[in-house]
Structure formats: structure tokens, C-alpha cells
């Protein structure tokens, strides 16, 4: 979608290997989300954020942080990377923290080998 | 907490089917709902939304849900599908200043 872009859309990476995603918006959304998709489970909140510096943790935190220093950029890491963490990695925003509904990116598919 | 379920995991019907896929959720106060469509490698598009006011609403694509307070249910209909309604469908909730929750997803697959 316009406005929300994630990068990369592809990685592969070894096991026990730092990963970064990067979710950028141009939208100056308050609120983003990062959800990682898995076969079975649907979407999984992993930590949000609702302004500047400020962030949370979702319900599948573990083994990943997050930071965010502008607006517009959100990063998620995988501090060390492994199997278990292969998933596709979705982004949101939002205006509010939900009740009008998120704005998704396109995703990343990561395969950590 | 809120929970939203979709107990329908895979469906699969043949073309020009009428669909109904079944969503409820447990909050009992006022809630927004929304039903998302996820098209075979790409992200989650809202399909429709419901805040107040008329509980059928329509949405994309001719997809409508209809609202129902008393059962705590939020269901997604569409008369006729097409093959190329092939997709995975998440209900969501939100309310107050909460999250959104989403269900677990329902497959549908279309035979032409």
C-alpha cells in the first residue's frame, strides 16, 4: 500500500545472525505495529509502538526488539536469529491505537536457515 | 481480553456459491469490527468496517457483513463467489483504546 513500506521483502539469513527489518510510513500514523504470520496461528503481535521511543510489547515478544527513533521508521530485530523465527513479518499503522482499523505493508518473508 | 474466533478454518466451495464465513467475539461492550482479506502472497486489505449505525454493511467486491449484537457475532456473506475470491479472510475487533484482535483466519479456497 502507499504509504507503508517494508524492506526488505526477502531475506535469508543463518542462524544466530542478527536480523533488522526496517517499516517505513509516510502517513505520520501515531501507532505501528509489528504481526508475524505463521501457518495455524494467524496474526501474532509482536511490540508496538505508540509515538517516538515509546514501545511495547505484543504477545510473541521474545527474541526480538524493537526501536523507534522517528515517526516514520519502525525497526524490528531478530537479536539472534533462529528457526523458529521463520515466519512472514508484517507491519501496521494506525491513527488510534485500533478502533478505525490498520493500514498493512506488504510484509518480509524471512527464512533463517 | 478480548477474543475474536473463527471456527471455520478451510473452506472450499465451487464457483457461484453463496459463502458465509462466521466470526464472533467476546467483548460485550461497544466494538468496531472489521473483516480483512489476504489475496494468495500478498498483505491484509481491509475489506469492510462496521462502527455504528446500520448493522449490514457492505464492503468490497460485494462482500457484506452483518452485525449481531445479541450473538456476539460479526458474519462475512457474498451471494456468488468467484474463483477469484481465493483468499484468507481475518475478522478483527477493536474498542475503547485497545488493539486490534484478530482471529486466527479462514481459508477459502474456490473450485471453478
Known amino acids: 500500500d502507499a504509504g507503508i513500506t517494508q524492506s526488505p521483502r526477502h531475506k535469508v539469513t543463518e542462524t544466530g545472525t542478527p536480523v533488522t527489518l526496517r517499516c517505513h510510513q509516510t502517513e505520520n500514523h501515531r501507532y505501528m505495529y509489528w504481526y508475524r504470520q505463521d501457518p495455524g496461528h494467524g496474526l501474532r503481535l509482536i511490540h508496538y509502538?505508540?509515538?517516538?521511543?515509546?514501545?511495547d510489547k505484543g504477545e510473541v515478544s521474545d527474541g526480538y526488539s524493537v526501536s523507534r527513533s522517528k515517526t516514520e521508521d519502525f525497526l524490528l530485530t531478530l537479536e539472534s536469529a533462529t528457526s523458529s523465527q521463520t515466519s512472514v513479518y508484517f507491519c501496521?499503522?494506525?491513527?488510534?491505537?485500533?478502533?478505525?482499523?490498520?493500514?498493512f505493508g506488504s510484509g518480509t518473508r524471512l527464512t533463517v536457515v | 481480553a478480548q477474543s475474536v474466533s473463527q471456527h471455520n478454518h478451510h473452506v472450499i466451495l465451487s464457483e457461484a456459491a453463496s459463502l458465509e464465513l462466521g466470526c464472533n467475539y467476546s467483548y460485550g461492550g461497544t466494538v468496531n469490527l472489521f473483516w480483512y482479506v489476504q489475496y494468495p502472497g500478498q498483505h491484509l486489505q481491509l475489506l469492510l468496517k462496521?462502527?455504528?449505525?446500520?448493522?449490514l454493511v457492505k464492503g468490497i467486491k460485494g462482500f457484506e457483513a452483518e452485525f449481531i449484537k445479541s450473538k456476539f457475532s460479526f458474519n462475512l456473506r457474498k451471494p456468488s463467489v468467484q474463483w477469484s475470491d481465493t483468499a484468507e479472510y481475518f475478522c478483527?475487533?477493536?474498542?475503547?483504546?485497545?488493539?486490534?484482535?484478530f482471529g486466527t483466519g479462514t481459508r477459502l479456497t474456490i473450485i471453478p
Open positions: 501496521a499503522i494506525s491513527t488510534d491505537r485500533g478502533g478505525y482499523g490498520y493500514t
Open positions: 478483527a475487533t477493536g474498542f475503547g483504546n485497545e488493539k486490534l484482535t
Open positions: 462496521y462502527f455504528s449505525g446500520d448493522p
Open positions: 509502538s505508540y509515538g517516538v521511543k515509546d514501545t
